[in-house]
């Protein structure tokens, strides 16, 4: 019981207690790019972070990025911002996207890449349910 607390708080003090797997204290390097304008890749480091064409995955080391936390439904699922939406393409890139981001197919990857996989498919899983039906996107438009 205790040990857990410890760990807990030595991550959240940024000390990683030692034999646990893919964690790994922040260098300088890191703090400094996390603070820079330009959107970096966690991997590789090298410029095309989030803000990239598609979005998930770097140019460079193909390691998939951290989800955009300011793309909206619309944009995510390729569509108009307007009330109506069609169906089947909406069903379409929902398939498209999940083909790219679904868990099953990052088992082989690093933590970070798990993680961030299961963060864009529930992002992509929330899109799709609340662009579908008529009311939940209704209320969304009407809260953008």
Same mark, same amino acid.
């Given at each position: ?13 940024? =000390?990683?207690?030692?034999? !646990? ?34 979005? =998930? ?5 193909? $390691?998939?990025? $951290? ?15 307007? =009330?109506? !939406? ?18 099953? =197919? ?17 992002? !992509? ?7 579908? $039906? ?7 438009? !009407?809260?953008?």
């Amino acid at each position: 019981m205790w040990r857990r607390r410890v760990g807990a708080l030595l991550r959240v003090w940024g =000390f990683w207690p030692t034999g !646990v797997p893919e964690r790994r204290p922040l260098s300088c390097n890191a703090a400094s790019q996390a603070g820079s304008n330009s959107p970096r890749c966690w991997n590789c480091g090298s410029p095309g972070g989030p803000g990239r064409e598609n979005g =998930f995955f770097c140019p460079q080391c193909r $390691a998939l990025q $951290a989800p955009d936390p300011t793309r909206d439904y619309f944009s995510l699922m390729d569509c108009d911002c307007s =009330f109506r !939406v069609d169906t089947v393409k909406l069903q379409r890139r929902y398939q498209q996207l999940q083909r790219l981001v679904h868990p099953d =197919f990052f088992s082989q990857r690093s933590q970070t890449e798990k993680d961030f996989s299961e963060k864009h498919s529930t992002l !992509v899983n929330d899109a799709y349910k609340t662009l579908l $039906a008529p009311l939940s996107r209704g209320l969304y438009l !009407v809260s953008k």
